[in-house]
């Protein structure tokens, strides 16, 4: 098992793409298999060193950034062991360090679909798991959870368990695990309910009789460490439509999304062949104002734009092509200003511009050494209108750039607030803070797809009372008696 611990050597592994300042380490370990995690796990547990689980360091919320211990990089843990066909898909088996660009690569080679698909495709297969990542296909097919069959489990104990989806459920609220030492892991589940809301990744997923294996999906990495992955796979899409929309009112380009929200909705219901759009996401007017540096063929009375994408098939092409004409007609749309692709080469150019605004949001933070002030806020279908008013008219006042954007067929937008000092930064925050006691009030949730991490933890509060907090602590105390793994992240550590 490799081990650095020379400061040059390991100072990459000490930060995130949250920029969050002050990480700090012993050492990084590269295990290659399980039993070498087990080894080190159990190791740590009986002298109480905290052990961070590392990743590709893509997260936004600062979870893989140690602050003293152990760092656990799974860079080593990066095979794709197989992949499988069937009469629903397939699937396939890989571990943690698999960049999930290369897995999804490899699935298509062989016809299929790994739905997930985060923005930052540059991340470990493993990360998506710890915070059930998602993006802009999980409109249609909803997060990670939905495609894990089985993982490979390595507890703190040193205990290795391998779990598969319909074995142990939980019963009346109580989880019960039993290992191959025969010991019994046995827990209670915290007495919250999910927000009803289309996207959350904000805690510990709980449901009275759910599957056991759903609880480490989105852990953040504060059960388990995660060594293997059986994922779910779907056939591959025989053809793509998509299209980037141009609107010159924001009235109308709302009343566009619910249109085509409600009618995809409609035909998976019905099981018809209609509009069903996969993907649904938002640009407003500041956001088109960044972009135009790099596309001066946005049309320049845009005021917002929707990227979307609807799965096609040499038959119903033409019809479902007509069906979206129609409803950008119905609905004012820049139409014959606006881009569509069908082919390969024009919808990565698509796809590019999609992912371009992210991009310049991180060289923006890094350009002026600010702390990335950005949401990740979910809210129930009928509070979204009023929360994105919320957004603007408290940001048109404040005299501070920002960029809103994303998910919104999903209600879930990023709202990128862009300070360009700390006097902007810590006014940047107190809006944020805000922004968050809005959502909390309306059945929102404070990450839809980001996770807490360490920079989130301490709003949480606002989200859940106190004794649901300690339910969660005691939760993971079931799984870390020694509270080793993941330490500091979800809440803190007086919680513990």
């Not at 060193?49 to 936004?60: H, M």
Request: charged residues 25%; aromatic residues 8%.
């Amino acid at each position: 098992m490799l081990i650095k611990s020379k400061a040059d050597e390991i100072q990459s592994y000490l930060a995130d793409a949250s920029y969050l300042r002050g990480g700090s380490a012993d050492r990084v370990v590269f295990p290659e298999d399980a039993a070498q995690v087990a080894e080190l796990l159990a190791r740590s547990s009986g002298d109480c060193t905290p052990v961070t689980v590392s990743g590709a360091g893509t997260g936004t919320v600062g979870g893989r950034v140690p602050f003293g211990g152990i760092v656990l990089a799974t860079d080593r843990l990066n095979r794709i062991n197989s992949i499988t066909h069937s009469a629903e898909g397939g699937s396939a088996i890989a571990e943690p360090g698999v960049i999930l660009r290369d897995l999804q690569a490899a699935v298509e080679r062989e016809g299929l679909l790994y739905p997930p698909d985060p923005t930052e495709r540059g991340c470990f297969l493993g990360g998506t798991v710890a915070t059930n990542a998602s993006g802009s296909r999980t409109f249609k097919y909803g997060p990670t959870r939905a495609y894990i069959n089985r993982l490979k489990l390595v507890f703190a104990s040193g205990e290795i368990l391998t779990l598969g989806r319909g074995e142990i459920r939980v019963e009346n609220g109580e989880v019960r695990i039993p290992l191959s030492t025969g010991r019994v892991i046995e827990a209670k589940l915290p007495g919250y309910e999910m927000p009803h809301v289309r996207k959350h990744a904000a805690g510990y997923f709980v449901s009275r009789d759910m599957d056991v294996l759903d609880l480490f999906i989105g852990s953040e990495g504060t059960l388990a460490v995660v060594t293997e992955i059986e994922l779910r796979l779907l056939p591959k899409p025989e053809g793509l439509l998509s299209g980037v929309v141009f609107f010159a009112s924001q009235e109308s380009l709302l009343a566009y999304v619910r249109a085509a929200r409600e009618r995809s909705l409609n035909t998976r219901n019905s099981k018809g062949d209609d509009i069903d759009a996969r993907a649904i996401e938002f640009f407003d007017n500041e956001s088109l104002n960044f972009l135009r540096e790099k596309y001066d063929t946005i049309p320049a009375q845009a005021l917002g734009a929707i990227f979307f994408e609807q799965e096609i098939t040499p038959d119903n092409e033409d019809e479902l092509l007509s069906g979206w004409m129609s409803l950008l007609e119905e609905h004012h749309a820049l139409a014959d200003e606006s881009w569509f692709a069908v082919n390969e080469q024009d919808q990565a150019r698509l796809r590019e511009f999609r992912h371009q605004l992210p991009v310049l949001m991180n060289e923006w933070f890094a350009r002026h050494n600010q702390r990335k002030v950005s949401t990740d806020m979910s809210v129930p279908d009928d509070k979204f209108p009023g929360m994105l008013r919320f957004y603007e008219e408290t940001l048109k006042t404040s005299n501070l750039r920002y960029t809103i954007f994303g998910h919104i067929g999903d209600n879930h937008v990023h709202v990128n607030i862009l300070p360009r000092n700390d006097d902007e930064g810590a006014k940047a925050r107190e809006i944020y803070v805000q922004f968050l006691k809005r959502a909390a009030a309306i059945g929102g949730t404070l990450s839809a797809e980001h996770g807490i991490g360490k920079l989130k933890r301490d709003y949480l509060p606002l989200f859940y009372s106190n004794t649901h907090l300690r339910e969660m602590a005691a939760l993971k105390r079931a799984f870390d008696p020694a509270g080793i793994l993941g330490r500091g992240n979800i809440f803190p550590e007086e919680y513990l």
